[in-house]
């Protein structure tokens, strides 16, 4: 069987672009902007707050609570969901090492 190409890079590397990935979409970050505005955990008032349709909001959630930034709980048919504080700083520890580093171009451009 083949190489695939995230077999090429390291897992830091992988993990990173995860990361990157998901939080790639607007209306995700909205839904997290949403979130911590709230300062505390929200339960069924995305689609009313965001605009966008329940399928729409739940796959941006789940595709949030795939890199675990987001924890919920459900109780009845009500899903509650907050920021998972330590991967947050997890998150936001990973993104400064990678936009922290010194980019000192000598001859180029």
């Known amino acids: 069987m083949g190489i695939t190409k995230t077999d ?3 897992e830091k590397e992988n993990y990173l672009a995860s990361l990157f990935k998901v939080l790639a ?11 911590i505005n709230q300062q505390s955990c929200i339960c069924n008032d995305l689609v009313e707050e965001l605009g966008l ?6 796959q941006h959630l789940k595709e949030l609570k795939s890199i675990g930034i987001l924890k ?9 969901y907050c920021i998972n504080e330590e991967t ?10 990678f936009f922290n ?8 451009c």
Not at 72 to 80: A, L, N, R, V
């Open 8 to 10: 090429l890079h390291s």
């Open 25 to 35: 979409h607007p209306a995700r970050i909205a839904i997290l902007q949403h979130i």
């Open 88 to 97: 947050w700083k997890n998150i936001q520890t990973e993104f400064n090492l």
């Open 53 to 58: 349709a329940q399928a729409t909001i739940s």
């Open 72 to 80: 919920g709980t459900i109780e009845g048919k009500s899903i509650c």
């Open 101 to 108: 580093q010194n980019i000192e171009v000598k001859t180029c």
